[in-house]
C-alpha cells in the first residue's frame, strides 16, 4: 500500500495544495523528509506568488502532479542543518529559488549553471531522488540542499521573495548579454512582475532605459515610480518608426503571443533581443531584419546559484526590492484569480509565517 502525503517521510508539514486542475488551492497535511546531512530545514516566512504558479495548478503545461504544493519564491529562517552543512548554520535567513536538485555532474552543473542541467529538481511539480514529489513554499517548512540555497542579505527585506524568480530571471541576461554597461540605451517589453524588476536592475546598472508597452496607460508608472527614461507604445508605428536603430537591446518579458518585427527594428546593429516570457505558441521570426545588422535573438530562464546569490546581494547593496502586495495565506484563491487578471502591482507575496494557520 502506498504512503499517504501525510506518513510519507518523518517530519509532519502543513501548506495548501490544489488536489486538481481547477487549481484551487486547500489546506493540506503532508510530511517532510528528515534533514539529510547535506539539508537545511528552514522556516518559511515569505513566498511570492509566480505567473508559472497559475500554469502549473492548472495543468496548462501538461505536466502538473496532484496533490501540489506551489511556491518557487522562498525565504524564511534555518531551523536545522545536517552535520555536514558548511554554508548555513540555525537562524540564517535564507532563500530558495526554483532548483532543489541538478545532476551535479554535466557541463553545465560545473559552470554553475544548474539552472540549464537537463536533470534539474523543480522545487515544486518535481520528483525528488528519492521518487518523492517535491513541494514548494505555500507551507510552513521546507528541508532544502544546501547547494541550491542562498543567503538572504540582513538589509534586504524578506519580502523581496520573488527576487529568486522574477529578480534573476531578468539580472541574468542583462548580464550575461552585457547588457549592464553604463550609458546602454535597454529596452524592456511589458511592465509585469518581471518588467519592473528589469527596469529596476538597468537602472542600477546605470543604462538608460525604455518601457515598450502595448498600452499608454502604464507610461507615468513607468516613468514615474520605477525610473524608466522614456515609454514607447508597441501599437503607435510612429512612436515605434522613431525610435528605430535606437536600443542596445532588449529584455522581452511578455508571455502573450506578440509580434517580434517592430522590437527587432528597435535595435541598433549588434543589438539584442533576450525572450524571458514564455508564449506558449511560436513566435514568427523574421529573418531579414537580423541579417541587417547582425541582430541577435535569445533566450534566457532564471540562474544558477552562484549568480543567484550574487543578485540577491547587488539587490541589497542598491535597494532594489520588487514592489509587492503581501497577504495572508487564506487570500491565496482570491490573489491567484486577480494575477489571472494581471490586478497587481506587481507581484503578490504569502505572509506565510505569520498567516498560515494549522486550524
Same mark, same amino acid.
Given at each position: 500500500?502506498?504512503?499517504?502525503?501525510?506518513?510519507?517521510?518523518?517530519?509532519?508539514?502543513?501548506?495548501?495544495?490544489?488536489?486538481?486542475?481547477?487549481?484551487?488551492?486547500?489546506?493540506?497535511?503532508?510530511?517532510?523528509?528528515?534533514?539529510?546531512?547535506?539539508?537545511?530545514?528552514?522556516?518559511?516566512?515569505?513566498?511570492?506568488?509566480?505567473?508559472?504558479?497559475?500554469?502549473?495548478?492548472?495543468?496548462?503545461?501538461?505536466?502538473?502532479?496532484?496533490?501540489?504544493?506551489?511556491?518557487?519564491?522562498?525565504?524564511?529562517?534555518?531551523?536545522?542543518?545536517?552535520?555536514?552543512?558548511?554554508?548555513?548554520?540555525?537562524?540564517?535567513?535564507?532563500?530558495?529559488?526554483?532548483?532543489?536538485?541538478?545532476?551535479?555532474?554535466?557541463?553545465?552543473?560545473?559552470?554553475?549553471?544548474?539552472?540549464?542541467?537537463?536533470?534539474?529538481?523543480?522545487?515544486?511539480?518535481?520528483?525528488?531522488?528519492?521518487?518523492?514529489?517535491?513541494?514548494?513554499?505555500?507551507?510552513?517548512?521546507?528541508?532544502?540542499?544546501?547547494?541550491?540555497?542562498?543567503?538572504?542579505?540582513?538589509?534586504?527585506?524578506?519580502?523581496?521573495?520573488?527576487?529568486?524568480?522574477?529578480?534573476?530571471?531578468?539580472?541574468?541576461?542583462?548580464?550575461?548579454?552585457?547588457?549592464?554597461?553604463?550609458?546602454?540605451?535597454?529596452?524592456? &517589453?511589458?511592465?509585469?512582475? /518581471? !518588467?519592473?524588476?528589469? %527596469?529596476?536592475?538597468?537602472?542600477?546598472? *546605470?543604462? +538608460?532605459? =525604455?518601457?515598450?508597452?502595448?498600452?499608454?496607460?502604464?507610461?507615468?508608472?513607468?516613468?514615474?515610480?520605477?525610473?524608466?527614461?522614456?515609454?514607447?507604445?508597441?501599437?503607435?508605428?510612429?512612436?515605434?518608426?522613431?525610435?528605430?536603430?535606437?536600443?542596445?537591446?532588449?529584455?522581452?518579458?511578455?508571455?502573450?503571443?506578440?509580434?517580434?518585427?517592430?522590437?527587432?527594428?528597435?535595435?541598433?546593429?549588434?543589438?539584442?533581443?533576450?525572450?524571458?516570457?514564455?508564449?506558449?505558441?511560436?513566435?514568427?521570426?523574421? &529573418?531579414?531584419?537580423?541579417? /541587417? !545588422?547582425?541582430?541577435? %535573438?535569445?533566450?534566457?530562464?532564471?540562474? *544558477?546559484? +552562484?549568480? =543567484?546569490?550574487?543578485?540577491?546581494?547587488?539587490?541589497?547593496?542598491?535597494?532594489?526590492?520588487?514592489?509587492?502586495?503581501?497577504?495572508?495565506?487564506?487570500?491565496?484563491?482570491?490573489?491567484?484569480?486577480?494575477?489571472?487578471?494581471?490586478?497587481?502591482?506587481?507581484?503578490?507575496?504569502?505572509?506565510?509565517?505569520?498567516?498560515?494557520?494549522?486550524?
Amino acid at each position: 500500500m502506498a504512503k499517504s502525503y501525510e506518513n510519507e517521510h518523518p517530519v509532519k508539514a502543513f501548506g495548501w495544495a490544489a488536489r486538481d486542475t481547477s487549481g484551487v488551492l486547500s489546506p493540506f497535511n503532508f510530511s517532510r523528509r528528515a534533514t539529510g546531512e547535506k539539508d537545511v530545514q528552514f522556516k518559511v516566512m515569505y513566498c511570492g506568488i509566480c505567473h508559472s504558479d497559475l500554469h502549473q495548478l492548472k495543468n496548462e503545461w501538461s505536466n502538473s502532479i496532484y496533490p501540489m504544493v506551489p511556491g518557487h519564491e522562498v525565504v524564511g529562517v534555518v531551523t536545522e542543518v545536517g552535520n555536514k552543512v558548511e554554508k548555513f548554520k540555525v537562524g540564517d535567513k535564507v532563500g530558495v529559488g526554483c532548483l532543489v536538485g541538478s545532476c551535479r555532474k554535466c557541463e553545465n552543473c560545473d559552470n554553475n549553471l544548474e539552472n540549464y542541467c537537463p536533470n534539474q529538481i523543480m522545487t515544486y511539480n518535481g520528483i525528488y531522488t528519492d521518487g518523492t514529489t517535491t513541494h514548494g513554499g505555500y507551507s510552513d517548512i521546507m528541508v532544502t540542499d544546501e547547494h541550491y540555497m542562498v543567503h538572504w542579505p540582513e538589509n534586504l527585506p524578506m519580502e523581496a521573495a520573488p527576487l529568486l524568480c522574477a529578480g534573476i530571471t531578468t539580472y541574468s541576461p542583462l548580464k550575461y548579454f552585457g547588457l549592464d554597461k553604463p550609458g546602454m540605451h535597454i529596452g524592456v &517589453v511589458g511592465l509585469g512582475g /518581471l !518588467g519592473h524588476m528589469a %527596469v529596476k536592475f538597468a537602472k542600477a546598472f *546605470g543604462t +538608460k532605459v =525604455t518601457v515598450i508597452s502595448t498600452s499608454s496607460s502604464k507610461k507615468q508608472e513607468a516613468i514615474e515610480r520605477l525610473g524608466a527614461d522614456s515609454f514607447l507604445v508597441s501599437r503607435d508605428p510612429d512612436q515605434m518608426q522613431a525610435a528605430a536603430g535606437s536600443l542596445d537591446g532588449i529584455i522581452d518579458t511578455v508571455s502573450a503571443i506578440h509580434p517580434l518585427l517592430p522590437l527587432i527594428n528597435l535595435l541598433k546593429t549588434h543589438g539584442k533581443l533576450v525572450m524571458v516570457g514564455a508564449p506558449e505558441k511560436p513566435l514568427e521570426l523574421p &529573418v531579414f531584419p537580423l541579417l /541587417l !545588422g547582425r541582430k541577435l %535573438v535569445a533566450g534566457s530562464a532564471i540562474g *544558477g546559484i +552562484k549568480e =543567484t546569490q550574487e543578485m540577491v546581494e547587488f539587490a541589497a547593496k542598491h535597494n532594489i526590492t520588487p514592489n509587492v502586495e503581501v497577504v495572508p495565506m487564506d487570500y491565496v484563491n482570491t490573489a491567484l484569480e486577480r494575477l489571472l487578471k494581471s490586478d497587481v502591482k506587481y507581484r503578490f507575496v504569502l505572509d506565510v509565517g505569520n498567516t498560515l494557520n494549522k486550524s
